[in-house]
């Protein structure tokens, strides 16, 4: 069956069509500037890339277009819409009520829909996406996997906030974490290839990319992570702060006569390693910039992997142990120096970390020594196979 994975932003959308039997990606691509002018890029496996100029007023037209991309005489590669079996869709924030992916039914939509308050600038695109692709393809089956679903095994300790119970109560106020298909992909890998059962191992998985996220994955199961009721929290991030004192918040405020939405910005767009270096998002600038002797892009990067250590120490207090530490997404797949600078603060744990391990990269590896007390390994993340496996397996049922 041929699955087509959907990823909707606000302005844009992401997508892959992979065959399910052999796992292939057939064509991948994505639409940008949904409702400003619109731009479709378009890959079909093994072929060059295809850029089209065209207006997408709405996610409506960018599906379509996305549809008729995949379908075209020359570069297409599906006769009709008949072979796309299934469609499944990354929703941002489930809330408390999805601890797995599911079939979308009218029910499911409201679900998702109260869940918005929760992802303002995430879930109503998702469901624009939703619907969208609905419109155009009535009779087939649609499945929803939500980033939040995989942590809701995580305990009470774990995702209470230290503030009066009454918001959780009232308004839901606690941890939910994200990233949350990542890490089941990649903690799955991970006793995949070390060939030991899921139910056995105590795994942090570090997620890190423009986004950052560490999850502590006991017996297959995430029992903490780093983000929090928003991808706000944990390790500052390419723009995003990750854990401040939230009186600073009311200290910048005062000082600059800023109001809330203009701080939540600044904390959201202009902070962690970009904020820090005044420079770059980017990794692989501010590895140029500190080479070249920029002070504060080696700060940003030495800050970062610092607090990338804390909380992997802290979850392996949390989970009194662990067997496999695990780096994956942009950062963690290809920035040597900063697995190997994390690894330098885990040596009380057992970590013993390869040095000759820091060139490989986006490929699956061992990174510490054969005698590491806890392997340190790269598995890549694939989140978009991982939605498509959800998506078969809950369509085949
Ligand atoms: P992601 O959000 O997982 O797509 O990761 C994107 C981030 O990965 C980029 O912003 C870069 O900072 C980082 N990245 C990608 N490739 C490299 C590389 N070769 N070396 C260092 N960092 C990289």
Redesign the pocket.
């Known amino acids: 069956m041929n699955i087509l994975v959907i990823n909707c932003g606000s302005s844009s959308l992401k997508f892959q069509l992979i065959n399910s039997d052999t796992e292939a990606v057939l064509a991948k691509g994505l639409c940008e500037r949904i409702g400003i002018d619109g731009r479709l890029v378009y890959q079909p496996a093994g072929k060059e890339k295809e850029i089209t100029e065209a207006a997408m007023p709405t996610h409506k037209e960018a599906i379509q277009m996305v549809l008729d991309a995949l379908m075209n005489a020359k570069t297409g590669v599906i006769k009709s819409l008949d072979e796309v079996g299934a469609v499944g869709h990354r929703v941002v924030h489930g809330g408390e009520k999805f601890a797995s992916s599911t079939v979308i039914t009218a029910e499911v939509m409201k679900a998702v829909e109260e869940c918005n308050d929760l992802a303002p600038l995430h879930n109503p695109a998702n469901i624009i996406g939703i619907e969208a692709c609905k419109a155009l393809m009535p009779n087939t089956p649609m499945v929803a996997v939500f980033d939040t679903a995989f942590h809701q095994t995580m305990p009470e300790e774990a995702y209470i906030y230290g503030i009066p119970y009454k918001y959780y109560e009232q308004y839901k106020v606690r941890r939910y974490g994200f990233h949350g298909t990542s890490h089941s992909f990649v903690s799955k890998r991970t006793a995949e290839y070390l060939g030991k059962p899921l139910e056995s191992l105590k795994t942090i998985v570090c997620h890190l ?3 950052s996220s560490i999850c502590a994955v006991n017996g297959g199961k995430s029992v903490d992570t780093s983000m929090g009721l928003t991808p706000l929290e944990g390790v500052m991030m ?1 723009t995003r702060s990750g854990n401040i004192d939230p009186a600073i918040m009311e200290f910048i405020a005062k000082k600059e006569n800023l109001d809330i939405d203009a701080i939540m910005n600044i904390l959201n767009k202009e902070s962690g390693v970009y904020g820090v270096s005044g420079l770059s ?4 600038d501010l ?1 140029n910039a500190a080479e070249e002797g920029n002070a504060k892009a080696k700060l940003a990067r030495e800050a970062f992997c610092y607090q990338v250590a804390k909380i992997v120490g802290g979850y392996a207090a949390a989970m009194n142990g662990v067997d496999a530490i695990v780096f994956t ?3 963690g797949e ?2 040597g120096i ?1 697995r190997k600078e994390v690894c330098k603060y885990l040596g009380y744990l057992g970590v013993q970390y390869d040095e000759a391990s820091s060139s490989v ?1 986006g490929k699956e590896a061992t990174l510490s020594t054969s005698d590491s007390k806890v392997k340190v390994l790269l598995i890549p993340t694939n989140e978009e196979l991982a939605i498509a496996r959800e998506t078969l397996l809950l369509v085949t049922k």
């Not at 998002?281 to 692989?284: E, I, L």
């Open positions: 990319g423009n986004g390419g998002s980017d990794f692989r590895e997404a942009g950062v290809n920035d900063v990269r």
